[in-house]
């Protein structure tokens, strides 16, 4: 059983920064695949980014990439989304997740535990 507690998000400007952090409970968090999706209103929930459980691998969507870094620190149970160059079209709810099997899955079905997303908001 693991559970996910996120902080972060809030309100910036349009080209500004966000650091999002999900903390685990759970003896086994380093053995969890993690990811990040995000929700607006009105919109199904939407891949943003997925690491492996070592580290080693991430995956991100191209909406995204080159802007956003998922990070992990399986010594403090601790899973981060750090967020550059924001864009009003990245504002929703930020959810992090969390599944017990292995690889990279950018589906919401593939992930069993979720945090209780935070919101971002991207002023133009």
């Known amino acids: 059983q693991v559970q996910l507690v996120q902080s972060g998000g809030g309100l910036v400007q349009a080209g500004g920064s966000l650091r999002l952090s999900c903390a685990a409970s759970?003896?086994?968090?380093?053995?969890?695949?993690m990811g990040w999706f995000r929700q607006a209103p009105g919109k199904e929930r939407e891949f943003v980014a997925a690491?492996?459980?070592?580290?080693?691998?991430?995956s991100y969507a191209d909406s995204v990439k080159g802007r956003v870094t998922i990070s992990r620190d399986n010594a403090k149970n601790t899973l981060c989304l750090q967020m550059n160059s924001l864009d009003p079209e990245d504002a929703a709810v930020y959810y992090c997740?969390?599944?017990?099997?292995?690889?990279?899955?950018?589906?919401?079905?593939?992930?069993?535990?979720w945090g209780q997303g935070t919101q971002v908001t991207v002023s133009s």
């Open positions: 997740a969390a599944d017990a099997s292995a690889g990279l899955v950018t589906s919401p079905s593939g992930y069993h535990y």
């Open positions: 690491i492996h459980w070592s580290g080693r691998s991430t």
């Open positions: 759970g003896r086994t968090f380093s053995s969890y695949r």
